[in-house]
Each structure stands twice: as C-alpha cells, then as structure tokens.
C-alpha cells in the first residue's frame, strides 16, 4: 500500500477541479431544455420539451436585436 502525499497547492487545485466540475454541470443543466433532470445510479434521464414557434420566433427577434447593437 502506497502512501501518497499531498501539499497544500495540490489540495486546492483537486477542490477547485471539482468545485469547476459542479459549477460546469449546473450551468448546462441549467441552459438545457429539460422539465425534469434526475440523478439514478449514476444515469442522468431527462425529459426534453421542445420549444414553441413563439419562443422561436422571439428568439430569433432577439438575435437580430443583437446583431443591430454589434453594428452600431
């Protein structure tokens, strides 16, 4: 059995990777379309909701909003 030895730079760096990893995951999680997310035995299921034509279309009207603020 080895020992291993950690300082306290490689401590913080493992926390930081997986406080990054958290982070990361919630925001995709976040931005995704799914109504339910959930956490089974390590299998993420989601169930997917499409988007409206409405939501569509206003989505695009606030690209092209975007587009006309980048221009000026």
């Not at 299998?43 to 909701?49: G, P, S, V």
């Amino acid at each position: 059995m080895t020992c291993i030895n950690l300082t306290e730079t490689g401590l913080l760096a493992i926390i930081s990777i997986g406080v990054g990893f958290i982070l990361s995951f919630c925001k995709t999680a976040e931005q995704s379309r799914c109504k339910n997310i959930s956490l089974c035995y390590g299998l993420l299921a989601c169930e997917r909701t499409p988007y409206t034509q409405d939501a569509i279309l206003k989505m695009e009207e606030l690209e092209k909003g975007n587009e006309n603020k980048e221009d000026v």
